[in-house]
């Protein structure tokens, strides 16, 4: 067992499969937070950063959609998807609002693991562009802005105007775009 586990947060409710998914993860020397609710996820989020986000939708207090909302408005952790739900309007949706991935029930656990470690190897490309625990909007501008080497030489205003046009275009902005902005 290494002593640098990566800290995997399951948020299921149903007793059966959050038990499997967490012997599953634990064996695989994988450090597993464990939340019944999405308010108990959202809580053991704030206070254990994990790495990353296993996610059932279904859940009792509020649906799984919502953590995925709340923890997209700061954070670019990696959230998988793990419902029942098998509409393509369901996982549109969940896509689109920020999950990395889905999967539906019932699945298999090597399937389960290695989307595991692709989102995990993701997330370390990040981390090695410098962008981890970073807002939304403020990886955008690094990445652009690092890319080019010009972060450091905008003028303090320069950057408060990326910043404010990064808010205004929701994060999705083409570089030229921005070049011209500037």
Excluded at 136 to 158: C, E, N, Q
Aim: net charge neutral; charged share 25%.
């Amino acid at each position: 067992m290494s002593n640098n586990k990566y800290k995997v947060l399951i948020v299921e409710d149903e007793a059966n499969i959050c038990s499997f998914i967490e012997t599953l993860l634990t064996t695989n020397d994988y450090q597993a937070l464990v939340a019944h609710t999405c308010t108990m996820g959202l809580t053991l989020f704030a206070s254990h950063n994990p790495d990353l986000v296993i996610l059932d939708l279904g859940l009792p207090d509020r649906d799984g959609l919502e953590l995925i909302r709340t923890v997209r408005q700061k954070y670019m952790t990696p959230i998988i998807v793990l419902s029942a739900r098998t509409d393509e309007m369901d996982k549109i949706e969940a896509l689109d609002l920020g999950a990395n991935d889905y999967i539906t029930k019932p699945f298999g656990t090597g399937e389960l693991l290695a989307r595991v470690r692709v989102a995990l190897r993701l997330n370390r490309y990040r981390q090695v562009k410098g962008l981890r625990g970073c807002h939304t909007g403020d990886a955008v501008i690094f990445t652009m802005l690092r890319y080019r080497r010009k972060w450091d030489i905008l003028h303090p205003g320069s950057r408060n105007i990326a910043m404010d046009l990064i808010r205004q275009h929701q994060h999705m902005m083409f570089e030229a775009q921005f070049s011209n902005a500037l």
